[in-house]
């Protein structure tokens, strides 16, 4: 192709003034980030560093300790239960208190447009468009909340492209300005993306390194600043199962839900639920969980369908009606529906029918009574649950089907068996760059358990993921001064 | 691990810089020779011992100044005023004979509370944070130019800042000398290699990058590529910068 001078001198100006403009940061990046300075350590002599580590799973952290990370003797870790569905967006949102997001992720159904927005490509824009400015801005809510989460327009791009680099850069990034930081503030808060981007694509023992590597930066960081007490806490999103997943394992839930009967659609008041089954399925990235929006007179069914889907776990959707006047909850399995229970929010009450069959959805507990409906508080159900294969189920349920963390909760969630992923929205056909070796979403503990993983004080051996701010006071006035709306999520909450 | 895929990064950055130089290769004109730089292309610590011509005006985004009577000239850092951070630089010619330039700098910066977090997006982060405080920084440096050949020219930069921190940080004096070594083509383009240490004896920072330098008889585009290595950790970004020079 031959450049005419007018095409050359058309791009010789505006594509230098196009990347000028988009760079405009740069300067002031590389001015601000050049000033020597220091503070006074009397007035802030104690540092408290909370770093969001997405998709870092307790597991992966177990297995850094056992190879000796964390080894001084005030680092304490907990099973951090997180949310159900286990996906970042709506994980964060949930953890951070942040405004609600439209669903569980930025693709979601809003019943009051009957339409799915942010469908396919833009939904995963969101991941990896630069933030050119607060305004022009694809990025969630929740990550206003940390001081540090990106090192560039590139990063996430990056991130996905060589993650083990990006992650290097990530962590040298962060080091520079906590180091800066400290001079003048008491709290610092940071994200990491690339230990979850490792867990989809790397094996378990690569992230267990990757974290060993943070681990000593913390420890060096620590030592080459004797003027200040730094404590750290880790905190992460959801776990990560590290299954491998097959070709035939990847799910089309589409052509799933046909098999079982149910008509997947885009809208819901252009279909009649006296005639025909239908719910509309949001696809998202790869994940171990399906979100259904149907007619309200089809929930129960399209539920008690769902569950037949041989990848499907647990189908789980509120009932119609139950032995109170309580909001109930049904746990479907192999098409039938296995459990129910029943909670009030006014006395953060549960009731369980004392004939129920837990273990038929792999709780060992005894919920058994004499007769009609035995009651359990909160705390006992997360005392009970959170060893659990389904660590903390009936929150965990309740809250999915509620307005927590996002403004139209499914109608069904579908959680699937190990080993089995949602395909997902595809991009081309960019496998390398595709979740392969990890996954998470369902209910199952191995997605559900997060880090957390502190040195500021003693915490209990599992901590519900929703309750962090109470728990660390610091942090949650820190989203206040960084001007984070605080939304409450779930008043039920608190585990004690 | 980390050298390999560093190497594969850095490969990386280095092809996209390499695409934005091919088309700028494109753009050619009369042969002309390059003008010296008289402002220099990294903030704060890099200076050269080059004033613009008398009556010659610099826009630029990396700097806006004035030429004097050949001996001076008066600028501002334009980027920065627009993010809190208003400031003022004048600059003296000292010494010019063949082959070398020797100039003085005297600057002020005053960042307004905030200044820190004026970044267009919230993808950059500053380690310094003034979100209730200013801080004023007063930049004295001399910059020395030498003509090695007429394709080699070296920029050396000795700079002495001081920054009041206003009861909240610590009034402080910080050293920090840089060298730039610019190779220039025959016309137009020149490409610089970028070293720098802030702090001297008291070290703080070493800087390290590499630049491209284009210029016609009204225009010059600027891209580079730099490294901050601390004790603690280390950034890295790129860096952009066009001007027009006017007379
Ligand atoms: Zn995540």
Redesign the pocket.
């Known amino acids: 192709m031959k450049i005419g001078r007018t095409h050359r001198i058309i791009l010789g100006i505006t594509l230098p003034l196009s990347l000028s403009l988009a760079s405009c940061d740069w300067i002031p990046y590389a001015f601000m980030n050049s000033i020597p300075f220091h503070g006074d350590s009397a007035k802030n002599p104690d540092v408290y560093v909370y770093l969001g580590v997405?998709?870092l799973s307790y597991f992966t952290t177990q297995d850094a300790i056992k190879d000796g990370s964390f080894s001084d003797p005030q680092w304490r870790l907990a099973k951090f239960v997180t949310g159900f569905p286990g996906?970042?967006d709506a994980?964060?949102t949930r953890i951070m208190h942040t405004e609600e997001l439209g669903g569980y992720e930025f693709a979601y159904y809003d019943p009051t447009k009957d339409t799915i927005l942010n469908r396919g490509l833009v939904g995963i824009l969101e991941h990896v468009a630069p933030s050119l400015s607060s305004s022009i801005n694809f990025e969630p809510e929740y990550l206003r909340g940390f001081d540090y989460w990106a090192n560039g327009y590139s990063h996430v791009i990056n991130a996905y492209n060589d993650t083990f680099v990006s992650y290097a850069d990530s962590v040298g990034n962060l080091f520079s300005l906590l180091e800066g930081r400290a001079e003048t503030a008491t709290v610092f808060t940071a994200y990491l993306v690339e230990i979850?981007v490792m867990g989809h694509l790397q094996a378990s023992t690569d992230v267990s390194k990757a974290l060993s590597y943070l681990a000593k930066k913390i420890e060096e960081f620590k030592r080459n600043h004797p003027e200040r007490n730094f404590h750290f806490t880790l905190f992460?999103?959801?776990g990560l199962d590290f299954i491998p997943v097959e070709k035939d394992r990847l799910v089309k839930f589409e052509s799933e839900l046909q098999k079982v009967g149910v008509t997947p659609v885009d809208s819901i008041k252009s279909h009649n639920p006296s005639a025909e089954l239908f719910a509309i399925p949001v696809v998202h990235t790869r994940v171990t969980y399906m979100a259904l929006h149907t007619h309200p007179d089809l929930i129960e069914k399209i539920a008690e369908k769902t569950s037949l889907i041989p990848s499907v776990d647990l189908a789980v959707a509120h009932l119609k009606q139950g032995p109170t006047t309580a909001e109930w909850f049904g746990i479907w399995k192999d098409g039938k529906l296995a459990a129910s229970f029943g909670f009030d929010a006014n006395r953060d009450l549960y009731f369980i029918p004392s004939d129920a069959h837990f273990e038929e959805v792999g709780l060992n507990a005894d919920f058994g009574g004499s007769s009609g409906l035995r009651t359990a508080t909160d705390q006992e159900l997360f005392q009970q649950t959170k060893n659990s294969t389904y660590p903390d189920l009936f929150y965990r349920i309740r809250t999915s089907l509620s307005p927590v963390g996002c403004k139209f909760p499914a109608d069904v969630l579908a959680s699937l068996k190990p080993s089995y992923v949602s395909m997902g929205f595809q991009i081309m056909d960019a496998d390398t760059l595709t979740a392969h070796s990890g996954f998470?979403g369902s209910l199952e503990y191995r997605g559900t358990l997060g880090t957390l993983l502190t040195e500021e004080k003693e915490i209990p051996d599992a901590v519900r993921s929703d309750t962090l701010l109470d728990l660390f006071p610091r942090l949650k006035n820190h989203l206040r001064d960084r001007s984070v709306h605080f939304v409450e999520g779930d008043k039920n909450a608190a585990t004690e | 691990m980390y050298f390999r895929n560093y190497l594969k990064k850095l490969t990386g950055r280095v092809f996209k810089v390499a695409v934005i130089y091919f088309l700028f290769l494109f753009v050619d004109a009369i042969p002309f020779s390059l003008a010296s730089d008289s402002i220099g292309f990294y903030p704060l610590w890099e200076t050269t011992g080059n004033v613009l011509e008398h009556r010659r005006l610099y826009l630029g985004t990396n700097g806006a100044a004035f030429g004097i009577a050949n001996t001076a000239q008066i600028g501002v850092q334009p980027v920065s005023f627009m993010y809190r951070a208003p400031n003022i630089q004048a600059k003296f010619l000292l010494f010019k004979r063949a082959p070398w330039s020797i100039a003085t700098q005297l600057g002020a910066t005053q960042m307004l509370e905030q200044a820190s977090r004026a970044f267009l997006s919230p993808m950059y982060t500053s380690r310094l944070d003034n979100p209730d405080f200013s801080i004023t920084l007063l930049p004295v440096s001399i910059g020395a130019s030498y003509d090695v050949s007429d394709w080699l020219q070296i920029h050396q930069g000795l700079t002495g800042l001081t920054l009041l921190g206003h009861g909240v940080l610590k009034d402080e004096f910080t050293p920090g000398y840089s060298v730039v070594a610019e190779l220039m083509a025959l016309n137009h383009h020149s490409a610089l290699i970028h070293v720098a240490d802030v702090g001297l004896w008291k070290h703080d920072l070493t800087l390290l990058g590499i630049s491209y330098r284009y210029q016609s008889s009204w225009f010059e585009f600027r891209l580079g590529y730099f490294y901050r290595f601390r004790s603690t950790g280390m950034q890295s970004s790129p860096l952009i910068g066009f001007g027009f020079s006017l007379s």
Do not use: V
Request: charged fraction near 25%; avoid cysteine.
């Open positions: 997405d998709g996906t970042s994980s964060w979850d992460s999103d959801h998470h």
